[in-house]
């Protein structure tokens, strides 16, 4: 395989005009909005400036209604109703824990349906989106991964979630009013359902829109993409997005490590550790974060954690330790708190960061790899009972 050729699937992208065929403009990058609106009758001269203008409404301010956009002259605005859209996912449902993480059932062009997380923790809050319907690496630990891949989100879907989101925490400002630099939603982590760097160009063309000055304007630094393991895309994420990186790495031999990542049958341990060592962030003020999950017996073992830390050496990293969040019919158990607490004793003394994530919205089945559509899980529920009663 050329080491330079994108990594794709066979899946599709839905296209991005809704039903009454309209384009949506969420989602667009400048340069496809300008061709856009040049396409629809706008004067090529004015084509930058109503970019930046419309840029604005929609990513700044969060205004879906062409009339509200005042600095256009109200035949132009009537021009744009006329002809696109600004639309997000839609929310079907919105459960919230004790712990006050939120859970969205978001359905997008199709009829299909993702989840999306919001997690407010003091002094910020972090998003967990959504890069495709389902999931096609099915990670023996992870309830997603049991939900089989349907197709991409485009970009216009995952950024959508956002907006959702900002949407639901009234976090758009107001045109006029002081700047507030107080942020509820202030990051996002591609960890929610589907493996990110199988869908590139939209993750980075959605990314790119959420970083955009004129707009929602998040640092890069506010903005993780976690990979089970593409390893020839690595690079390409560094290059193109720039955001942080996260591995989703949770074993330390490749025979462990082929049952719970499957995707490591393709690219192994070594291949993996090769590309992080080479990426091109990866320095001591941006390390890359390894996500290792918790399994009683499996993975949590002082050897685990010694064989870990050779495994990393050289790599500026940090090592994210995740409790095991069942779920109903899972195959494996979490390890105990003080087994857990002793992994991470083991790293730490290697000079590593170690943190503990605290599981959030167990309640409501949001917590990290439990996400999995609500019309997914009736669906299997419905084949049982028909099973059962021998239809």
């Known amino acids: 395989m050329d080491a330079k050729a994108p990594i794709t699937q066979d899946v599709m992208t839905i296209p991005r005009k809704p039903v009454e065929g309209k384009p949506n403009l969420v989602g667009l990058t400048r340069s496809q909005l300008r061709a856009a609106l040049i396409g629809h009758g706008t004067p090529e001269k004015q084509a930058k400036m109503r970019v930046g203008q419309i840029w604005q409404w929609i990513y700044q301010w969060g205004v879906r209604d062409f009339a509200a956009m005042t600095n256009l002259s109200k035949a132009y605005r009537a021009q744009l109703a006329e002809t696109f859209v600004i639309e997000t996912p839609e929310v079907v449902s919105k459960q919230v824990s004790t712990d006050g993480t939120r859970k969205y059932l978001v359905r997008i062009a199709g009829g299909h349906e993702v989840e999306v997380v919001y997690i407010p923790e003091e002094g910020r809050g972090t998003l967990c989106i959504s890069s495709q319907v389902g999931c096609t690496l099915t990670c023996s630990f992870c309830h997603t991964g049991t939900q089989k891949l349907v197709r991409n989100l485009t970009a216009g879907e995952i950024i ?156 500026p990293a940090k090592v994210n330790l995740i409790p095991f969040n069942e779920w109903p019919g899972a195959p494996y158990k979490r390890s105990s708190n003080n087994r857990i607490r002793a992994f991470a004793d083991i790293i730490y003394k290697a000079g590593y960061a170690s943190p503990i994530r605290t599981p959030r919205g167990e309640d409501i089945l949001a917590a990290c790899g439990q996400l999995k559509s609500a019309t997914e899980r009736a669906r299997k529920s419905r084949r049982q009972i028909a099973s059962e009663a021998g239809l």
């Open 160 to 315: 959508g979630q956002v907006m959702m989101a900002r949407d639901d925490l009234e976090e758009w400002p107001v045109p006029g009013a002081p700047k507030d630099e107080t942020r509820l939603l202030s990051n996002i982590v591609l960890m929610g359902m589907g493996e990110p760097l199988y869908n590139f160009e939209n993750v980075r063309d959605a990314m790119k829109i959420a970083m955009d000055d004129e707009g929602i304007s998040l640092s890069r630094r506010r903005i993780t993409l976690s990979t089970s393991g593409v390893v020839p895309e690595i690079e390409r994420t560094a290059n193109e997005i720039g955001c942080q990186l996260a591995v989703s790495f949770h074993a330390t031999t490749d025979d462990i490590r082929n049952t719970l990542v499957p995707i490591n049958k393709r690219w192994n341990i070594e291949a993996l550790l090769d590309a992080l060592r080479a990426y091109p962030r990866g320095r001591n003020s941006e390390r890359i974060t390894f996500e290792y999950v918790m399994l009683h017996g499996v993975n949590d073992s002082d050897e685990d954690a010694q064989r870990l830390i050779r495994l990393i050496e050289g790599i």
